[in-house]
């Protein structure tokens, strides 16, 4: 069997591509079919694990998720984890392959090709249908040469494709349309539809606007798509989320604090606490303090913890986390968050940066060595106070001290993680904590409010489900399953 594939590219970065290919893939599974998501080449610091022991991108396991199938290393075979402005780590076929400054990277593409289509090789022979997610802005046409992310791997594979704009953020005429005027004759042939995102309004206020595209275009109307506002219920890939203005929770009991630093990771781990009529979730940025009535201080992950603590000392945060602890507060660590709060980490072998070593956050007596292979597992046990819990670990470092004598949890007959002895200060490796609703109660109880009644991931299907419905009201799927190829 060889699946029908498909590809949706867009013109520029957070357009609503991810969010697209999850709601016709769930559409599509729906239908019937066997639906397998890919994205040849994503950039993010939020990931999944996946069953073949790898990492992938977190919109595509979302989509996995949507298409009801498990995570496989294929769906996004090339995963780039930034940690600096120029330099990212380089995740092949869900293994660390090293680290590449944005220009080496540009000479490395070329090589990675090949895994590229094995991968897309791989699933095309298990699928009815693979639904492709490009990355970025398909109009970079300065990033043409060699490109394995848009119009590179269409070309390759000799799939059709199908242009995104986001109405949302206006000029969604000129975006289309310039992205056709831009591009070589040769890419721009692989399009053949466009579709219209995040419309707020009377659809037919713009139906002369999707005839012009038209025109000027030659690519065929998809549909004019909704602004889908429980998209903002779903796991979230994109840090640009993290931006969005804080508002006040009405009738909310509890305050979380978590300081947004620059290679933050896994906060998707925050989106289950978001659902929480109970809890008021707050970014604190760089500039802004850390409200003195929180009730928990949150530190999630890091994609380069020592670079980060770095800039939470700069904005201050130290200063209020150490005051909020004195005043009787909870601080809880996740993985990189974990290693913030030791006294002390070392990188002696220049993971992260040059090779050396930095002071902690002092809140719990523990020391981390970023050092061993990065751990890739799903876990499942129990907490400290014996309630069940299950997650994933995704991290390199071994931590240790005398308050690993007072463990977080139990894995597989095993200790992890760390409390501090006034109780009030923990650490663990462990992701996926809050979506776990046993694990998310007991913590919402510990601190003042009332158990949690969520069934967190059944909410994600049912938001899912509606995504795709949306989908079948304002899409020609059919006209989609006719350009598949």
Known sequence: MTARSLMFQGTGSDVGKSLVVAGLARAFTLRGLRVLPFKPQNMSNNAAVTADGGEIGRAQALQARAAKVPLSVHMNPVLLKPQSDVGAQVVVQGKVEGNAKAAEYQHLKQKLMPRVMESFERLRRDADLVLIEGAGSASEINLRNNDIANM??????????????????????????????????????????????????????????????????????????????????LPAEDALGLNQSFTRKTGAKIRVAVPVLPHISNFDDLDPLETEPDVELIRVKAGQAIPGDCDLVLLVGSKATISDLASLRKAGFDIDIAAHHRRGGRVLGLCGGYQMLGRRIADPDGIEGPPGSVEGLSLLNVETVLSGDKRLEAVSGESFDGVSLSGYEMHIGQTSGTDCARPFSSIGGETEGAISTDGRVCGTYIHGLFSDDRQRSAWLTRLGASPSSLDYEANVDAILDRLAAHMERHLDLTGLLRLAR
């Open 152 to 233: 590179g791997f269409a070309r390759a594979a000799d799939v059709p494709v199908v242009m995104i704009g986001d109405i949302d953020r206006g000029g969604v005429i000129a975006s289309l349309a310039g992205t056709k005027l831009v591009l070589d004759p040769e890419d721009a042939a692989m399009i053949r539809g466009f579709i219209v995102n995040r419309f707020r309004g009377d659809p037919a206020l713009f139906a002369e606007g999707m005839r012009m595209i038209e025109v000027f275009t030659g690519w065929q109307q998809i549909g004019l798509l909704p602004h889908f506002p429980d998209a903002a219920l």
